[in-house]
């Protein structure tokens, strides 16, 4: 089976403009989570999708938004993109609950500048 | 709530063993460990469900004492790719998501 995918893997923005970013699961994967990784933070969880809908939500601003469709390929939306928000995302996907094992994409470098 | 994960970094010749520790505040459902290379993402070692269920990986085990919260992870007979970040992430009872720690950071030596 092919890995989870996501694209783009680098990403440079400006201040205030907005960006999104895609991932596509392994096939037969209902689940899909995202992650922002900091070195200061390690692996904060952003949220998480499962059958189009959004199951669970970490603590961060409405600024960070998501999607997933039918084919379960999901979207993260970054609105109004500050400094901080240069960081490793990461999506995983997995079967079904977290009771399952999640596998990473390579994640998507986005620099804020 | 974030785990706290001990040491911060550990240092070590192959053939050695080293004990990671996670520990969480919270009552936990879950606990998964981890590992990432430098600039690839993490990779899954192993779940340990509520019930103290100890489980195994290569030399690579780990045990989840539900009373003290806390899971350990047994690194045996170190090899060189034993080497990485190990991240454990925390499910507690009810919640559905994970909470990753800031990880141990382990470097193998020759």
């Known amino acids: 089976k092919a890995g989870v995918t996501q694209t783009p893997r680098y990403l440079i923005k400006t201040r205030g403009q907005q960006v999104t970013l895609s991932c596509s699961p392994i096939?037969?994967?209902?689940?899909v989570s995202w992650y922002q990784q900091t070195p200061g933070q390690g692996l904060q969880f952003l949220f998480e999708?499962?059958?189009?809908?959004?199951?669970n939500k970490g603590n961060f601003p409405g600024r960070f938004s998501g999607r997933q469709f039918s084919n379960s390929r999901s979207e993260m939306n970054v609105s109004t993109l500050e400094l901080g928000d240069s960081a490793l995302y990461l999506c995983?996907?997995?079967?079904?609950?977290?009771?399952?094992?999640?596998?990473f994409g390579p994640g998507t470098r986005l620099t804020v500048t | 709530q974030q785990p706290v994960q001990s040491p911060q970094a550990v240092i070590l010749r192959e053939g050695e063993d080293a004990v990671i520790n996670c520990s969480s505040s919270?009552?936990?459902?879950?606990v998964h460990w981890y590992r990432q290379k430098h600039g690839e993402a993490p990779v899954f070692l192993m779940i340990?469900?509520?019930?103290?269920e100890q489980k195994g990986h290569e030399k690579i085990s780990a045990s989840f004492n539900e009373k003290k919260q806390q899971s350990s992870l047994y690194l045996t007979a170190s090899q060189l790719s034993y080497s990485g970040t190990y991240f454990c992430?925390?499910?507690?009872?009810?919640?559905?998501?994970?909470?990753f720690g800031k990880g141990n950071q382990v470097v193998v030596i020759p």
């Open positions: 340990l469900l509520k019930g103290g």
């Open positions: 995983a996907s997995s079967e079904d609950s977290l009771s399952y094992e999640q596998y």
């Open positions: 999708y499962f059958s189009e809908t959004q199951r």
């Open positions: 992430g925390t499910e507690e009872d009810g919640n559905n998501r994970l909470a």
């Open positions: 096939s037969g994967h209902r689940s």
């Open positions: 919270k009552a936990l459902y879950s």
